[in-house]
């Protein structure tokens, strides 16, 4: 059995070997032990007899190392070709030297034809020196003086399988010095190989002999029986191996079918193309709008099965560069793949394209052809470096790879369409959004992933559609009406906070889901920047159009509502905000016009309206510097007879949209002012303030009524501020700008209430007639920690002081807000830290409690 393929040097165009002067340790070693045994055989004479023997011994050796039958194992290959044949015959007839010249020389002319590199050379030189020693010994002691008998038959065998297994130790330590692990497979594998073809060439061998020893020309029968033998093999084998190959290629169609992802796929691709063609390496690409799951470009190396890192040809890749990139970039060869081509590059070949695109990447040999679908091609495969120096890519191995190929290029289209169908069902085609399908899907997945110790309020779901796009559509067309849902689409999507969702749920209606909310007040500020957004004017074919939007906020998980039930809960919640354009609505259960409860309310608020179960509560604003009482703000609660208190949120929205809002601000404003009286009565000099809702201003009889109020109680017009929110007044100033002038003739203060939460302007906000604005809760809350609140409040102080108008901080609730609102230069302050909520009379015994002191 010849090593002739026995050892690979290593190649630095392949990367490093594990021991690369391991293969010179081994050399050396083999060397030293030809020489020890070669030294004793060297003295023993040769026969000027022993010339034509030799000769013919050398050509045997020549024709059977020339012309063998490949056995690939790992990075080397092994070939059956009858040396150790001749070895037997050699052993019979001719001296030591004789065998030994015949040997080295034959082998030398085998590998000067086939280009051997110096290393490898070397290596087999030095193995059959030390085989033919150990078998020339080991026969010299064993055999009987009388060769012709048939007791050297045995001593022949004991002496050329011993030298086939030094030689076999040999290899292995070459494969493990070049490749770095050496399996107990691998052993099951190679060791039958070795023995079984060692004892098949020694009985041919043995054969020859006794043929030679009685009659010479007998031999040709055999020779030409061996022939036949041979020829009948090559043709079995390959019939095996198109069998082998036919039941590899079917397992290898299934394991497509059943991959999970499409990495699993292109790394079954890779792994098998290298196995079955004995390539060191392969490459897939894929086109670059591939389906999820599909890496652009996958690299193999067959030394490391699991594509988990660097390899000697590239490494995993999903769109990034890799080794090589820069000789793809203009890549006729691989153009010419990607239109249909398959190409092979065998060693040598002889064109330049070909040796130079081999040369770009350092490899011998390679195959490429395209993964062609059945309506385009999807890729290519590229595998390189054929194993072993015997053999390189044929026609067949472009054929196995184009066998290979088709299953995974159906695969890709397949999955590829998959995705489309999945992507179309999911998202809106117009813009390109998640639609509400998927929106209500991801809603759904936020909720189960919502534990039971997290925030109150986890999650919210903003919607809001557009004002007046009805309007758009019939003035300039559906065409622009389209343009116009783009536009506010790419808006939105630089607005929405990250890791929010952003969804067209239908006609001009959006919804985005913001998660890991810490507070309420997140979401209200994350809604105000795509308020924001919506405030800024489209330009539309030489056109500007201001496209504003009313908002609905319904937070979750709240009692039991699903995906769909926040949905609903904030488009209804964005339906009650249509009465303040621009504003954000929360949903309340009160705005459900469906809840059974809403309706029991409705009627249960007419009956509270007449049978004074409404009850005013009074908050202090007191002045910064000192603490003086200068004020209150009245809040109106509802003492139900079934269900208690209730604030202000569970019922004045319902007050709004079921036209109660007239009487009741009646019955807060007569309270109040009735209180406020009594107070001034009793030497308190405290004005009171009372909060106008959005749909009041729309009253025309406001004014009258206040004026009304005033001449019943007795109050005198400076002592009553009616607090009008910053949006409600932003949403059409022309309309409620000679509204709140009437209110300003009668004497009453005007305050702006939540300020810093809407949109206005120094322009409007100098146009109106109002003297104080109330810095809203949320900014004041947390400035005393958050530098970014800080600078709000600091912001407005100074706005409102330049602009001439008294501050009123609400929500203050801690020294520290205290300490910095005062520096700052705040005027007035409101809230827990002074004092919650209270009714008049336990008002009254808080101020005697404290010593406050009202300022006249």
Known sequence: MSRSEAADEPDIARGPRPHPGGLWVLLATLLLAAVLLWIPLGRVPVPDSDLWPALGLLGAFV????????????????????????????????????????????????????????????????????????????????????????????????????????????????????????????????VPVVFVGGSLEVTLGLVAVVLLQNEPWALLLVLALAAVLAI?????????????????????????????????????????????????????????????????RLTLDADHPQPTGPSRYGAISEGGSVPGQAAEDNDDLLRRVMAGE????????????????????????????????TREVVGSLEIVDRLGEGSSFSEDDRRLAETLAAPVAVAFENSRLVDRSLYDATHDTLTGLPNRALFLARVHEELDGIGTGGPPHPLAVLVFDLDRFKEINDTLGHRSGDSVLRRVA?????????????????????????????????????????????Q?????????????????????????????????????????????PGSVRVWQSVLDTASPRRLALVGQLRRALERDELRVFYQPKVVLGNGAVVGVEALVRW???????????????????????????????????????????????MGVAVNLSARGLDDAALPVMVGELLAETGVPPEALTLEITETSVMSDVARTLPLLQRLADLGVALSVDDFGTGYSSLAYLRRLPVTEVKIDKSFVHDMGTDA?????????????????????????????????????GCDLAQGYLISRPLPADRLDAWLADTGVVALP
């Open 63 to 190: 024709a059977a190392e020339g012309r063998e039958i490949h056995v690939e194992f790992r990075r080397q290959t092994f070939g059956l070709t009858g040396s150790d044949a001749v070895l037997a015959v050699g052993l019979f007839f001719v001296a030591p030297l004789a065998l030994l010249a015949a040997r080295a020389g034959g082998g030398a002319l085998v590998r000067l034809v086939k280009r051997a590199s110096p290393l490898k050379f070397a290596f087999n030189l030095a193995l059959f020196a030390t085989e033919t020693g150990l078998a020339v010994t080991l026969f010299r002691a064993l055999a009987p003086p009388d060769l012709s008998s048939p007791a050297a038959w045995l001593p022949a065998y004991a002496a050329v399988l011993p030298a086939q297994l030094v030689g076999a130790v040999a290899v292995l330590a070459a494969i493990f010095l070049t490749d770095d692990r050496v399996s107990r497979e691998d052993l099951h594998a190679f």
């Open 232 to 296: 009948a093999f090559g043709a079995y084998s390959a019939l095996a191996r198109r069998h082998t190959t036919l039941n590899e290629v079917h397992a290898f169609t299934r394991g497509v079918v059943a991959a999970q992802t499409g990495h699993d796929v292109l790394t079954l691709l890779l792994r098998e193309a290298c196995r079955m063609t004995h390539a060191a390496g392969a490459t897939a690409r894929l086109v670059d709008f591939g389906p999820a799951g599909w890496p652009q």
């Open 342 to 373: 398959s190409i092979v590059l065998p060693r040598g070949t002889p064109g330049p394209a070909g040796r130079s695109w081999l040369a770009a990447r350092g490899v011998r040999d390679a195959v490429l052809v395209p993964l062609a679908g």
């Open 490 to 534: 790419l808006r939105l999507r630089e607005a929405v906070p990250a890791g929010a969702t952003l969804a067209r749920t239908g006609g001009d209606e959006f919804a985005v889901l913001i998660p890991d909310l810490g507070a309420g007040q997140d979401a209200l500020r994350r809604a105000d920047a795509v308020r924001s957004a919506m």
């Open 536 to 580: 800024v004017p489209l330009d539309l074919d030489e056109m500007t159009l201001e496209v504003g939007a009313s908002y609905g906020l319904a937070f979750g998980p709240d009692t039991g509502a699903d995906a769909d039930g926040l949905l609903r809960r904030a488009a209804i919640a964005m339906r009650a905000a249509k009465g303040d």
């Open 639 to 685: 003492q139900h007879p079934e269900l208690g208190m209730l604030p202000p949120d569970d019922f004045v929205p319902l007050a709004e949209q079921t036209g109660l809002v007239r009487p009741l601000t009646a019955v807060v404003l007569r309270v109040a002012l009735k209180q406020c009286r009594a107070w001034l009565d009793a030497g308190r000099h």
């Open 788 to 824: 970014g609140d800080a600078a709000i409040v600091e912001t407005i102080v100074g706005l409102a002081r330049h602009l001439g108008l008294r501050v009123v901080a609400e929500g203050v609730e801690d020294e520290l807000s205290r300490e910095r609102l005062v520096k700052m």
